[in-house]
């Protein structure tokens, strides 16, 4: 009797007394009593009538509840279904409706929001807040702190973590334990981590990012998280002389190298920084060799297979690319259209096979079918080649999707609501370079007559998360088209590619 994630993960540290999380207060959770939390809580879930394979929904603050919530889920063979606290109750509720979770999890202050939500989906709807309490806790407190953890299979359904698509309706893609494991174990080998490292967590963890890299790799290692609620400078450079590694996306690093506090001798003992989630610049690269004396390790994954690619631990790590496909990860460019291979050192679509590729949409065969080849490579929607050295480069997206601050925001979404607005006759819109989140979101309007742009802004306020909403609007008489009618989204992007410029 087994379950394979458990047993990797959780297992090994239920009597530890180690620290697991320190707090950006100072106070420590061990590895027993982040342990007992979770057997609590998966006693109230099962209680809640929650079997194996049901869903359990997820907007909430990060803390040790958070994470231990993950770990119930795991330990209950619930699937979990993490969701960005910046979406709106208009946004949950597609999630809430599409996967049905038998639970749904919120802050208490979305509680009003999110009470009919979760009634209209027949989900029971628990609290939990960033300290800790919330009905989730109160429960918790009444019921027995072991849990028999429940049997589950490398095939079976660990998470679903929902990506925006093209169509602009959002995809539940579907996680099995196996390729959640699977790509923790070949991390924690091709990054070196072990029980003495300590990293400085202060990513989301409703992404990949965050809990599957982040935490899953601390977990399997045994290692310590200094567990930050967000990104904050302050915190960020008290916590960077405790730990060993540091993983972020591109925006940590621009952030950390304005701040004339990051010294070479602040951060001369650690051992690795870790870039991800969206493209690292080369100057972003130098700079923080330059300043810290670190090369940042850059890798390259995505939702739906998790990391694919890692630039070398002892090797060269080389600015502009996203290092080699990793153990047991095939990767292959491949021409868009035909899936056929194209010479070495050509561009063409990136594909991928392994243990760590999703299993597919939920409930949208038709969209999981036309995502992979029939040799069972899946289309990254990545556009790159692989250099003589067999280094990988991304050189662009064949997807139309817009990357800020390591949110990916798909164009089609927001465009799709713009067109509804009172005034807006059509809509583009496109991510230009921000100095701040690498892409910064424009919406382009053509007026159907009496468009007034501050009140479309403030329509679209509660309908869509703040960090998709366009940060500039602009009217033109008309959108550029090229011969067959598509709109030139790239003339646009020249346009308007001054509009953040520091
Ligand atoms: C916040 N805002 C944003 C973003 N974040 N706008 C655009 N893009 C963003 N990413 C807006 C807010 O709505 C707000 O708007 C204003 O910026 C300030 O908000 P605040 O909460 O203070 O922002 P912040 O704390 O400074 O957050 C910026 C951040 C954060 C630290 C870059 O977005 C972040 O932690 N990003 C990490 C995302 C991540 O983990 N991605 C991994 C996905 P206003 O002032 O107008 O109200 S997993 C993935 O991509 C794959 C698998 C992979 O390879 O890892
Ligand atoms: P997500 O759907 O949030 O999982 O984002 C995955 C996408 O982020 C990938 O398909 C890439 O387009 C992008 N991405 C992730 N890591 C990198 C990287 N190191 N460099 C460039 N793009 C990246």
């Not at 099962?46 to 194996?52: E, Q």
């Not at 923790?184 to 989301?204: C, I, K, M, N």
């Not at 067959?484 to 790239?490: D, E, F, I, L």
């Amino acid at each position: 009797m087994a379950n394979p994630l458990f047993d990797a993960l959780f297992r090994p540290h239920l009597d530890s007394d180690r620290v697991f999380l320190e707090l950006a207060d100072g106070s420590q959770w061990r590895f027993r009593e982040f342990l007992i939390c979770a057997a609590r809580f998966a006693n109230v879930f099962t209680d809640a009538g929650v079997k194996p394979g049901d869903r359990i929904a997820v907007q909430i603050a990060k803390s040790p509840e958070a994470l231990a919530v993950y770990a119930a889920c795991v330990k209950a063979g619930i699937v979990f279904l993490p969701l960005n606290t910046a979406y709106t109750a208009d946004e949950v509720d597609y999630f809430v409706g599409d996967a049905t979770p038998g639970v749904v999890i919120c802050d208490p202050k979305n509680e009003a929001a999110l009470t009919p939500v979760a009634e209209r989906h027949g989900a029971r709807l628990l609290t939990l807040d960033g300290s800790g309490g919330g009905s989730l806790p109160g429960l918790a407190a009444l019921v027995s702190d072991r849990f028999e953890t429940r049997d589950r299979q490398s095939s079976d359904l660990a998470a679903f973590l929902y990506t925006s698509g093209t169509t602009g309706r959002s995809k539940g893609a579907m996680l099995t334990q196996e390729n959640l494991l699977s790509n923790a174990q070949s991390l924690v080998g091709y990054w070196r981590f072990t029980e003495d490292d300590v990293l400085l967590h202060a990513l989301p963890i409703f992404h990949t990012h965050g809990l599957f890299v982040a935490s899953n790799v601390c977990l399997l290692a045994g290692a310590q998280m200094i567990f930050l609620p967000a990104f904050d400078p302050d915190a960020m450079i008290a916590g960077l002389p405790k730990a060993t590694t540091m993983m972020g996306v591109p925006t940590f690093y621009t952030r950390l190298l304005d701040d004339p506090r990051l010294t070479k001798d602040l951060v001369g003992h650690m051992r690795l920084f870790v870039s991800g989630s969206a493209p690292l610049l080369a100057e972003t690269h130098i700079e923080f060799e330059e300043r810290t004396g670190h090369r940042i390790l850059e890798r390259y994954g995505m939702t739906e297979t998790n990391m694919n690619t890692s630039n070398p631990y002892d090797g060269e790590r080389r600015a502009g690319t996203v290092g080699f496909p990793l153990p047991q990860v095939e990767l292959r460019i491949a021409d868009p259209d035909t899936g056929a291979a194209v010479a070495q050192g050509e561009i063409g679509g990136i594909e991928v096979r392994g243990p760590n590729v999703f299993v597919g949409y939920w409930q949208m065969p038709e969209k999981t079918a036309e995502d992979f080849r029939e040799d069972g490579f899946f289309k990254t929607g990545d556009l790159g080649k692989v250099d003589e050295d067999g280094y990988v480069h991304i050189v662009g997206r064949s997807k139309d999707l817009i990357i800020s601050g390591g949110y990916n925001i798909y164009p089609k979404e927001i465009e799709l609501l713009l067109d509804e607005q009172a005034g807006v006759k059509e809509s583009a819109v496109i991510g230009v370079p921000h100095p701040d989140f690498g892409e910064g979101v424009v919406g382009v309007l053509v007026s159907a007559g009496d468009l007034d742009t501050d009140a479309v802004a403030e329509s679209i306020r509660s309908r869509i998360a703040r960090f998709k909403q366009p940060k500039a609007l602009f009217v033109v008489d008309e959108l550029p088209r090229n011969t067959m009618g598509k709109v030139q989204k790239n003339v646009l992007r020249d346009r308007y590619k001054d509009l953040f410029a520091k």
